[in-house]
Nanobody, 115 residues
């Protein structure tokens, strides 16, 4: 059974940090690009960052310099380190596993940035 399980979300003050995790099972994790997306209330889902099977990374402009994506293939896990958080980062964060003709999504974890 394919599963992507996100964790690490929560309430944090502006300027704070969070580390999200996405643990995968049920497929060959090492072969997939993994992306983090987010969706704020009333807005479309947007890609935040992704990391390829080879470790190449790409970030949305809103995430550059503040977010870092990494993966530990030995643990089938991808991380999203988020620093200098802003209220506009408030959203549900989802991870997605991507390969040609194949895609899986997790259920999401809520991140709220508020004082």
């Amino acid at each position: 059974q394919v599963q992507l399980v996100e964790s690490g979300g929560g309430l944090v003050q502006p300027g704070g940090s969070l580390r999200l995790s996405c643990v995968a099972s049920g497929f060959t994790f090492n072969d997939y690009t993994i992306a983090w997306h987010r969706q704020a209330p009333g807005k479309e889902r947007e890609m935040v960052a992704h990391i390829t099977s080879g470790g190449r990374t790409n970030y949305a402009d809103s995430a550059k310099g503040r977010f870092t994506i990494s993966r530990d293939n030995s643990k089938n896990t991808v991380f999203l380190e988020m620093d200098a958080l802003k209220p506009e980062d408030t959203a549900v964060y989802y991870c997605q596993a991507i390969r040609i003709r194949s895609s899986f999504w997790g259920q999401g974890t809520q991140v709220t940035v508020s004082s």
